[in-house]
């Protein structure tokens, strides 16, 4: 049987691959997606001399983006080796920033000095903060895109001897933010920020108790305000306020890397790269998109950045790339939201369970029990890729949504 496959895939494979006799898939970005993706891949393909995995990433440390806001407040996380997660599945990394991709010549440039060819690219550059929409946020306000953001955040909340911070942004990066620095550091008042009541997307109750929390950390929180500048002394109001602050920091939305654009992939208007059902990119068939990168259509609409979306895609695009190597379709993404976990600090937490739309649903847990949940979810990446290398099928199995992600014609 295996020997049958691997014929079959040396034969599918061979009027795709370079002049070297392999097949060269790329993936750039070792974020939540793109490490999902090099496992499930490398792991399916370990025995085959004929495909060769590479990843390209910054940093050869893997960036739990999930506890971003407990490094900015100088708490310890884990580190974690990215070539030792590759260990023994025959992917290799390169460590490196990928400045250009070359669609037609189908080449990465890496760090503008190596060229790295590839015969099928998977697209997993993530997203950041978007700083650039309102005028003195890319000079004067810190961000959590990144361990290197996180870790100037630290540096600075640490030589703070109270005063205020404005954490811009009342989405789950903003409350869980301010929730995490009211917390650590009780000497600074912290005002959150934003258009929208924190937790708008949950039911009364998740919403009720949120607002709760916030107010037992004294999180002063300005909703229905509008940031239109940032000042090296604060933030300015649409309608003309401002408020004071020592300390800005942006988790106000997020924008994804110019170089799919550049690159002349098809984007959405936010420079996602769009995907056919299967994640394949539309204009681009030896180019898969996924996680925040992606513009991944399912019934409900255009799936926003999540983790537990993220994964998904990326498992996904390996198992179909592993199909178009053995001369088979690529099967249909799909993709139900089933619950959003926020941490209010290190005891308390709410988790809002959604339908597959991400609407919500009548049930949420808090306090204590949801703290729980959130963590388990939170740690569960690292160890999900350590099974996939063993087991690459338990990488697998996610909620399809039922008719909510059956996908409209495009
Ligand atoms: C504080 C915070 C809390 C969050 N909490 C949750 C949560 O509870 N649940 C949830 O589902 N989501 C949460 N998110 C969102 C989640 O982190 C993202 O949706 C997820 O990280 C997207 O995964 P990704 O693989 O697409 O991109 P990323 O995780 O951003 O990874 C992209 C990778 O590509 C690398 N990269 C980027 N550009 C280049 C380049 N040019 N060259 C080389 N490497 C490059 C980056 O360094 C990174 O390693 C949170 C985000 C933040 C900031």
């Given at each position: 049987m295996d020997a049958q496959r691997d014929a079959q895939r040396t034969s599918s494979t061979a009027g795709t691959t370079g002049t070297t006799g392999t097949h060269r898939v790329v993936i750039l970005g070792a974020g939540y997606a793109g490490m999902a993706a090099a496992v499930q891949l490398a792991a399916r393909?370990?025995?085959?001399?004929d495909v060769q995995v590479t990843l390209v990433n910054g940093s050869d440390r893997f960036t739990e983006r999930l506890r971003l806001h407990m490094t900015a407040t100088g708490q310890q996380v884990a580190d974690l080796s990215i070539p030792e997660m590759l260990d023994g599945t025959g992917a290799e990394l390169v460590r490196g920033w990928v400045t250009a991709v070359d669609a037609d010549a189908r080449t990465v440039r890496v760090d503008d000095d190596r060229v790295l060819p590839y015969d099928t690219l998977v697209y997993g550059l993530g997203s950041v903060a978007d700083?650039?929409?309102?005028?003195?946020a890319d000079d004067h306000a810190y961000g959590l895109s990144n361990a290197q953001d996180a870790e100037l955040l630290a540096d600075r909340l640490g030589r703070l001897r109270g005063g205020t911070v404005v954490v811009v942004g009342t989405g789950l990066t903003g409350i869980e933010s301010a929730a995490e620095i009211a917390e650590q550091r009780p000497d600074l008042d912290v005002v959150l920020v934003g258009r929208?009541?924190?937790?708008?997307?949950?039911?009364a109750r998740a919403r009720t108790y949120l607002r709760g929390a916030l107010d037992r950390l004294r999180v002063t929180v300005r909703a229905g305000a509008e940031v239109v500048k940032v000042r090296p002394d604060g933030v300015e109001l649409a309608g003309g306020g401002s408020v004071a602050a020592d300390v800005v920091l942006w988790t106000g939305g997020s924008r994804v890397s110019p170089l799919a654009a550049a690159a002349g992939l098809e984007v959405d208007e936010r420079g996602r790269v769009v995907t056919d059902?299967?994640?394949?990119s539309v204009s681009h068939p030896d180019v898969w998109a996924v996680g925040d990168a992606a513009a991944v259509r399912q019934g409900y609409g255009v799936m926003h950045g999540t983790c537990q979306g993220g994964m998904p895609t990326g498992v996904h695009a390996a198992l179909s790339i592993d199909r178009v190597l053995r001369g088979l379709e690529p099967k249909p993404f799909r993709f139900g939201y089933y619950h959003t976990p926020v941490s209010l600090g290190r005891a308390d937490a709410v988790v809002q369970f959604t339908h597959p739309d991400d609407s919500p649903r009548r049930i949420s847990l808090t306090g204590r029990t949801a703290m729980r949940y959130k963590e388990t979810v939170t740690a569960s990446p690292w160890p999900t890729y350590g099974r996939m290398k063993r087991?690459?099928?338990?990488?697998?199995?996610?909620?399809?949504g039922g008719r909510f992600t059956r996908r409209a014609a495009r």
């Open positions: 393909t370990r025995r085959l001399p700083t650039a929409r309102v005028p003195g929208a009541e924190p937790g708008a997307t949950m039911n059902a299967a994640l394949r087991m690459p099928a338990s990488g697998a199995f996610w909620p399809t």
